[in-house]
């Protein structure tokens, strides 16, 4: 039904959320006529009446006679009495049709009305940015984005990829990387749909909002997924990493994601040391990269950068001389401490440097234990 579709208050997992589709506007003269209606405004604003709404005409009917004032219903009952067949068919017919406006529907039959509208090639570009915002919210859940695959919404929105709308692109992106958000069912599909090499493109947009959500969703599809993972170097990810952490001019946000990811990277091939071990995680200048990062004045990059540090440490191939004598962690590590304490002595910031500084501690024992460990062997 038209007005069921163009009007809804959803009141399920997605508390709040105002459901409008391209047919609002042709429906709103109706629904102001609705409106005027003062038994539909006495049900809509009574909630603690209404408890989830009434099953049937005969309950509703019901509800209304106990809320009623005796002489105006004995004069209502009259007034009926008066209708013809044909008009009290129609008094029905607006009653059922006010029903059925308020029922809610079900998160899986809004996702489904969401899809529909992103397949409709007339609808304008305001009602598809609508469209997305509503699935943006709606597939947090698990069982939401699982319900999203079964739709066929992953494919329109891996198609809404190449729309040359950036808002679009942008929002198709941050979507696809909730939903594949510690769900391999969710991440194998979409990597199946080849959307990685899209998203890797879109990395290097110049449009920054574009390329953080982008490598968001990147990092969402491989995480812990040792197939996205080989995809991943596949199309050069390992390149797209060393340059987006050697270059100073990326923005913070790009650089704090990509730093993360190789910390998960890292993590997932350490618990998988059957795999053949990226050059990536031996590279000198990538190493070196990322120990630059603990040289940024933004402690939400210290914290990431030595967190992947931390598992790039326990790695045999990793060198204890290479990160010392090219990488210079040592001196970083000692330039690290002296920076976290000053920040210590701001109240605002203190338990988070605190912190940090643990983590530093950490890493660096790891570090000169690996250094001894380093030199006891030259010494055999």
């Keep these: 039904m038209a007005i069921g579709r163009a009007e809804r208050v959803n009141n399920s997992s997605s508390a709040g959320l105002f459901w409008s589709t391209a047919k609002e506007d042709e429906d709103q003269p109706r629904k102001a006529e609705r409106n005027d209606d003062s038994t539909a405004a006495a049900i809509v604003n009574d909630h603690d009446e209404l408890d989830g709404g009434f099953s049937s005409i005969d309950g ?39 029903m059925e406006k308020l029922k809610t529907p079900s998160d899986a039959q809004l996702i489904q009305i969401a899809i529909d509208d992103l397949n409709n090639s ?62 391999p069912l969710v991440q194998k599909q979409v990597l199946e749909l080849g959307a990685l090499s899209k998203l890797m493109k879109m990395v290097k947009s110049s449009f920054v909002e574009e390329a953080v959500k982008a490598l968001y969703t990147v990092s969402s599809l491989i995480r812990n997924n040792l197939a996205g993972q080989e995809m991943f170097y596949v199309e050069a990810g390992d390149l797209m990493l060393q340059d987006i952490l050697g270059n100073s001019s990326f923005d913070i946000r790009l650089r704090r994601k990509a730093v993360s990811l190789v910390g998960d990277l890292a993590k997932c091939q350490l618990e998988n040391m059957h795999k053949v071990e990226p050059p990536l995680f031996c590279d000198r200048f990538f190493l070196k990269s990322v120990v630059d990062l603990t040289a940024s004045a933004d402690l939400d990059l210290q914290e990431k950068a030595l967190a992947a540090i931390k598992n790039l440490l326990q790695f045999r191939t990793t060198e204890a001389l290479v990160l010392k004598d090219f990488c210079g962690l040592d001196t970083a590590l000692e330039r690290l401490r002296q920076q976290l304490q000053e920040v210590m002595l701001e109240e605002d910031q203190r338990d988070y440097a605190m912190d940090v500084e643990a983590l530093r501690r950490e890493v660096e024992l790891i570090f000169f234990r690996k250094l001894d460990d380093s030199g006891s062997n030259m010494i055999r």
């Design 60 to 98: 509703m009917l019901q509800w209304a006679i106990g809320h009623s004032d005796p002489a105006k219903l004995k004069e209502t009952a009259q007034d009926v009495q008066r209708l013809s067949p044909s008009e009290l068919k129609k008094r029905q017919m607006e009653i059922k049709e006010l």
């Design 122 to 183: 007339t609808l304008s570009l305001e009602d598809s940015q609508r469209a997305l915002q509503e699935l943006l919210i709606l597939v947090e859940p698990i069982d939401n984005a699982n319900d999203l695959s079964k739709l066929g919404g992953l494919s329109v929105l891996v198609g809404q990829l190449n729309h040359p709308d950036t808002d679009i692109r942008k929002i198709s992106a941050w979507i696809l990387g909730k939903a594949s958000q510690n769900n």
